[in-house]
């Protein structure tokens, strides 16, 4: 009977069930540089957790969807001091399950390196599960929301390598499609005393793009999306471009920001889908 118990555990903790989010953890010890952290996560509810010590991915599967499916991997933002992982990761993947598209959410760590470390490894762990999930493992593709955007830049522009941990990080990490969300697409560096804005470095090898922001964002300029629209399209990547003159920052999916701002930008969503679907991705 124990046998029978340790069984059924298992198999609910392997493999995630339809409506039913499940963590799995992407390291297969702790997060490399964590060995002598001290746990001090903190979670806000369910909305936000700050302090992030073990990285890991909620995984959100769908009722209904086509074989070989695509997926997408979510990153939150939050300006990498928290993650608003219920409006911009969890509600987010719900939507997508709405879809058929299988979701995964990356609870990420808040050191932009290693930030960037836990997506090379999220997205190898995804890829080498794709069977398991019924998922096409070259169409895995990735959103982030403002600072979660600047982290799936960084994914996609992949300009750095770090030590291996097992063969699963042999596996290829660059994602199939890119979507950014009034996203922070670049870095401001001092020079000499003086504020530079470094804008992320756009290559060829970028997959297709979907870029979304609002005028009057308060917190990221415009700019940064119609900057790197513009590099993608003269390197010759696929990229759309929408931008709304209303909608402020953080407006992800979300329904209290006044009728008239709200049926406006939350447009993006079905536009969304219309670029998805011109890709065969849906």
């Not at 702790?30 to 957790?49: H, M, Y």
């Not at 979507?179 to 297709?208: C, Q, T, W």
């Amino acid at each position: 009977m124990k046998k029978l118990v340790f069984i059924v555990f298992f198999i609910r903790t392997m493999f995630p069930v339809f409506g039913q989010p499940t963590s799995i953890k992407i390291w297969p010890g702790l997060a490399p540089g964590t060995e002598q952290r001290e746990d001090k996560e903190l979670w806000t509810g369910k909305k936000e957790v700050t302090n992030i010590y073990q990285p890991d991915l909620t995984v959100f599967l769908p009722e209904k969807k086509a074989e070989a499916s695509s997926a997408i991997l979510i990153f939150p933002g939050g300006g990498y001091r928290n993650l608003a992982i219920e409006k911009e990761g969890y509600k987010i993947a719900r939507w997508f399950n709405e879809q058929g598209i299988t979701a995964f959410v990356l609870k990420y760590r808040l050191d932009r390196t290693e930030a960037l470390q836990d997506a090379q490894r999220a997205m190898k762990v995804i890829r080498q599960n794709a069977d398991k999930y019924g998922i096409d493992k070259n169409k895995i593709g990735v959103i982030g929301f403002s600072a979660g955007g600047h982290l799936a830049g960084n994914l996609v522009e992949n300009n750095q390598s770090f030590k291996a941990t097992d063969e699963i990080d042999n596996i290829s990490e660059r994602p199939d499609y890119f979507i950014g969300v009034y996203g922070v697409f670049g870095d401001v560096e001092m020079v000499n005393g003086v504020r530079n804005y470094k804008r992320l470095e756009a290559h060829s090898n970028i997959p297709p793009t979907f870029l979304v922001h609002a005028v009057d964002d308060p917190k990221v300029d415009v700019k940064q999306s119609i900057d790197l629209y513009n590099s993608l399209r003269e390197k010759g990547v696929p990229v759309e471009l929408h931008v709304y003159e209303k909608g402020m920052h953080g407006f992800a999916l979300e329904t209290n920001r006044g009728t008239e701002i709200t049926s406006t930008v939350n447009s993006w969503s079905t536009r969304c889908l219309e670029w998805l679907r011109l890709k065969a991705l849906l």
